[in-house]
């Protein structure tokens, strides 16, 4: 914690106010596991202008990002209240919370995940494991997709090697693919020189990353929701006046509810960037794309009910309905 509290000095270059200090404003630090540009960086600063937008004696000020803190030491950082509020998928923070694997088999709308008691059950598990509050989810309706520079006949890979990450390991291997654990950053180069024949990530951003001419297929259809939560340290949650507290989660709803037309624009948008780059989809029977999502799902929740038998079923029964 002592390295993380060093390198957020050397980004901040500033002295920040914290809660209770004597001051009419309250400045909460912010930390990002993305660059702070691109398609998923908006959801962020749509959040953070709202709350500065709000009379409510609270400034967010982003601090940390990657080339500060590392994605998966922001789940430490906000724990610890290094940073006071972290934008992070699940994937990056299962050392802390293991529940927070199945953050990406959502696939209820998050205003009915408020009103059904799952995210009153999720900010609980947070809360006892990782001392954070779970203040929101963002990224509803945008599916993980496996990208190819090489063709298929059939949704399965034998053999091929690809990019991997934890978030979608045990699917890929599922689909009997080698995969090849590497930072998002480094995918080009590997896919450049033949190291790995794919990768799979969201609709969203692969032109962020450069991997446009270097990609020749996307796989339909995708799988998995992309999400990214809001999460706020709870000691300094609990510093917060009530009137604060109300204010962020307004904030944080609003937000949610602004995704929504976000979300249909930029699907829009990316299929035509992806088109207009000369990247083919990959489409395959009705029966065969079936078992492709269902083959997802099922390795996503095997992991999720193996590493939380105490909380996996009940937030499989509140976030996610069998497809009709």
């Known amino acids: 914690m002592r390295i ?54 609270v400034r967010l000020e982003l601090v940390a990002d990657p080339s500060s803190v590392s994605p998966f030491q922001l789940g430490d950082a906000v724990s ?43 900010d609980q598990i947070h809360r006892e494991k990782m001392g954070a509050v779970f203040l929101g989810k963002l990224g509803d309706g945008i599916k993980y997709h496996v990208y190819t520079n090489k063709e298929s006949s059939e949704p399965r890979f034998d053999g091929w090697n690809m990019r991997g990450t934890p978030l979608y390991r045990p699917f890929m291997e599922e689909l009997g693919v080698n995969v090849i654990q590497m930072q998002g950053s480094e995918v080009y180069s590997a896919m450049e020189g033949g190291v790995v024949d794919g990768y799979a990530w969201p609709l969203w951003g692969i032109g962020d990353l450069g991997l446009l001419e270097v990609t020749k297929y996307r796989v339909e259809p995708g799988f998995y929701n992309a999400e990214i939560s809001l999460l706020f340290n709870e000691d300094t949650w609990n510093g917060l006046t009530e009137d604060q507290r109300a204010m962020l989660q307004e904030a944080t709803i609003e937000t949610e509810e602004w995704f929504i037309d976000y979300r249909n624009n930029i699907d829009q948008e990316q299929r035509q960037i992806q088109e207009d780059a000369g990247i083919e989809a990959l489409t395959f029977s009705d029966d065969e794309s079936e078992a492709f ?7 996503g929740w095997a992991v999720v009910l193996e590493n939380s038998p105490e909380n996996g079923a009940k937030i499989k029964e509140l976030t996610y309905r069998e497809e009709q």
């Open 4 to 57: 993380l509290k060093s390198m957020l000095c050397a980004v901040a270059g500033l002295a920040m106010l914290a809660p209770g200090t004597a001051s009419a404003e309250t400045v909460l630090k912010v930390g990002t596991f993305l660059a702070p540009q691109g398609v998923w960086h908006g959801p962020l600063e749509h959040f953070i202008e709202t709350v500065n937008a709000k009379d409510g004696d």
């Open 80 to 122: 610890g209240g290094v940073v006071d509020i972290a934008y992070l998928s699940g994937a990056f923070y299962t050392n802390l919370v293991p529940e927070a694997d199945a953050n990406k088999l959502f696939n209820i709308p998050v205003a009915e995940l408020r009103s059904n008691g799952a995210m009153d059950l999720i």
């Open 293 to 299: 999502v269902a083959t997802a799902d099922e390795a």
